[in-house]
C-alpha cells in the first residue's frame, strides 16, 4: 500500500475513532440524564405520597373537634407547625382555620335583569371598610368590590361606576371573559384589577377563597394581627387598638358565644347591627391543611382545603405550590 493511502486509511481510522468516542459520550450523558430524571420521578412520587400522609393525619385531627363546640386556637389540630423526620428529609404540617378571614365570595349578591342595584349588604361594606383599615384608597376598595361582584355574579349588569362584565374584559390586550361563578382562588383578583405585590402582601391573610356566599367568620380563631378585620366585622365599634387588645385577651378556650363577645366590657355600649352579628362565628367548617415535604433533593407542597361535618372531614379541593 503506498504511503498516501496508508495515511488516508489512518485518518478515515482517526475519524472512526473520533466519531465512536462522541457516540459513546453521548450516550453516557443521555443515560445519565435519564437515571437522574427517573430519579427526580421516584423522589417527587414518594414525596407526593408523602404529603397525602400528612393530609391524612390532618383530616384525623379535624375530626378530633367536638361537634357544636366552639373551635378555637387552643385545641390540638392548631398545633403551629410540626415537624416530622421521614427516611431522606422531613414532613412539616401545619393547620389553618380556613374562616379566620373574610371569603370574598360572600360579596356575592343574585339580582333579576333589569333590578336595581340593591344597597351594599353587610358583606360588601366589611369588604370596603377593611380595605380602608389596610390603606386601600376608597376608590380602590370600592373598584374591587365590584369588580368582584361581577365577576362572581350569574348577569351581564355591570355594579356601580367600576364594575365590569364581558365587555370590558374583552376589549383588553389579552381578552377574557368574567368568570360568572364563585372564586377558587385569589390569584383571580389579578384578572380583575391588576393587584400590585403591595397589595396583595396588606390582603395576605385577610382575604380567602371559600366555596360558599354565606360563611361567616370564626372569631376564636383571628389572630391579633387582625385586628383591622375584626374592626370592620363589628362595624368600627371599637378601635384598631381595642380589637387586638380583645383578641389578646380572649379566652384561652375561645369565647363560647358571639353573644359572650360582644358582651365583653371593651364592647359595652356599642350596637352592632344584626347583619353584621350574622357575619360572626365561634365555629367553623372549613379548614386548609398545608403540607411541606422536604425528601432528598425534592420539595413538595400540597395545600389541601377540607370541610368538617358531623365529626367527618372530606376533602374540598387541593393545591400544589404557594398561595397568593
Given at each position: 500500500?503506498?504511503?498516501?493511502e496508508?495515511g488516508?486509511?489512518?485518518?478515515f481510522?482517526?475519524?472512526v475513532?473520533?466519531?465512536?468516542?462522541?457516540?459513546?459520550?453521548?450516550?453516557?450523558?443521555?443515560?445519565?440524564?435519564?437515571?437522574?430524571?427517573?430519579?427526580?420521578q421516584?423522589?417527587n412520587t414518594?414525596a407526593?405520597?408523602?404529603?397525602?400522609?400528612?393530609?391524612?393525619?390532618a383530616?384525623?385531627?379535624?375530626?378530633?373537634?367536638?361537634?357544636?363546640?366552639?373551635?378555637?386556637?387552643g385545641?390540638?389540630?392548631?398545633?403551629?407547625?410540626?415537624?416530622?423526620p421521614?427516611?431522606g428529609?422531613m414532613?412539616?404540617g401545619?393547620?389553618r382555620?380556613?374562616?379566620?378571614?373574610?371569603?370574598?365570595?360572600?360579596?356575592?349578591?343574585?339580582?333579576?335583569?333589569?333590578?336595581?342595584?340593591?344597597?351594599?349588604?353587610a358583606?360588601?361594606?366589611?369588604?370596603?371598610a377593611?380595605?380602608?383599615?389596610?390603606?386601600?384608597?376608597?376608590p380602590?376598595?370600592?373598584?374591587?368590590?365590584?369588580?368582584i361582584?361581577?365577576?362572581?355574579?350569574?348577569?351581564?349588569?355591570?355594579?356601580g361606576?367600576?364594575?365590569a362584565?364581558?365587555l370590558?374584559?374583552?376589549?383588553?390586550e389579552q381578552?377574557?371573559?368574567s368568570?360568572?361563578?364563585?372564586?377558587?382562588s385569589?390569584?383571580?383578583?389579578?384578572?380583575?384589577?391588576?393587584?400590585?405585590?403591595?397589595?396583595?402582601?396588606?390582603?395576605e391573610?385577610?382575604?380567602?377563597?371559600?366555596?360558599?356566599?354565606?360563611?361567616?367568620?370564626?372569631?376564636?380563631?383571628?389572630?391579633?394581627?387582625?385586628?383591622?378585620?375584626?374592626?370592620?366585622?363589628?362595624?368600627?365599634?371599637?378601635?384598631q387598638?381595642?380589637?387586638?387588645?380583645?383578641?389578646?385577651?380572649?379566652?384561652?378556650?375561645?369565647?363560647?358565644?358571639?353573644d359572650?363577645?360582644?358582651?365583653d366590657?371593651?364592647?359595652?355600649?356599642?350596637?352592632?347591627?344584626?347583619?353584621?352579628?350574622a357575619?360572626?362565628?365561634v365555629?367553623?367548617a372549613f379548614?386548609?391543611?398545608?403540607?411541606?415535604?422536604?425528601?432528598?433533593?425534592?420539595r413538595?407542597n400540597?395545600?389541601?382545603?377540607?370541610?368538617?361535618?358531623?365529626?367527618?372531614?372530606?376533602?374540598?379541593?387541593?393545591?400544589?405550590?404557594?398561595?397568593?
Amino acid at each position: 500500500m503506498k504511503r498516501a493511502e496508508q495515511g488516508a486509511a489512518m485518518i478515515f481510522v482517526l475519524l472512526v475513532v473520533a466519531t465512536l468516542s462522541i457516540v459513546a459520550v453521548q450516550i453516557t450523558e443521555q443515560l445519565r440524564f435519564n437515571v437522574k430524571r427517573l430519579d427526580n420521578q421516584r423522589q417527587n412520587t414518594q414525596a407526593y405520597w408523602y404529603s397525602l400522609g400528612g393530609e391524612q393525619l390532618a383530616r384525623t385531627l379535624l375530626e378530633q373537634i367536638e361537634a357544636d363546640k366552639p373551635v378555637h386556637r387552643g385545641q390540638a389540630w392548631a398545633t403551629e407547625d410540626a415537624v416530622f423526620p421521614i427516611d431522606g428529609g422531613m414532613l412539616q404540617g401545619r393547620i389553618r382555620d380556613a374562616q379566620a378571614c373574610l371569603n370574598v365570595n360572600n360579596l356575592l349578591v343574585m339580582r333579576t335583569p333589569g333590578e336595581a342595584e340593591p344597597a351594599p349588604t353587610a358583606s360588601q361594606q366589611q369588604f370596603v371598610a377593611l380595605l380602608g383599615l389596610l390603606g386601600f384608597e376608597q376608590p380602590r376598595a370600592e373598584l374591587l368590590r365590584e369588580r368582584i361582584q361581577d365577576w362572581i355574579d350569574a348577569d351581564f349588569q355591570p355594579n356601580g361606576l367600576n364594575g365590569a362584565e364581558d365587555l370590558v374584559y374583552s376589549d383588553r390586550e389579552q381578552p377574557l371573559q368574567s368568570a360568572n361563578q364563585l372564586m377558587v382562588s385569589l390569584t383571580e383578583l389579578n384578572l380583575m384589577a391588576e393587584m400590585s405585590a403591595q397589595e396583595q402582601a396588606l390582603l395576605e391573610g385577610m382575604l380567602c377563597v371559600l366555596p360558599v356566599s354565606d360563611s361567616a367568620v370564626n372569631v376564636n380563631t383571628l389572630s391579633p394581627d387582625q385586628a383591622p378585620l375584626l374592626v370592620a366585622l363589628l362595624n368600627a365599634a371599637i378601635s384598631q387598638e381595642d380589637a387586638r387588645a380583645l383578641l389578646q385577651q380572649r379566652p384561652e378556650n375561645g369565647w363560647e358565644s358571639v353573644d359572650q363577645l360582644l358582651a365583653d366590657p371593651l364592647l359595652a355600649g356599642k350596637e352592632i347591627p344584626e347583619d353584621y352579628r350574622a357575619t360572626l362565628a365561634v365555629q367553623s367548617a372549613f379548614f386548609r391543611a398545608t403540607i411541606n415535604v422536604l425528601y432528598f433533593d425534592t420539595r413538595f407542597n400540597l395545600q389541601s382545603l377540607m370541610k368538617l361535618d358531623n365529626n367527618k372531614a372530606s376533602l374540598v379541593a387541593r393545591r400544589y405550590g404557594e398561595l397568593f
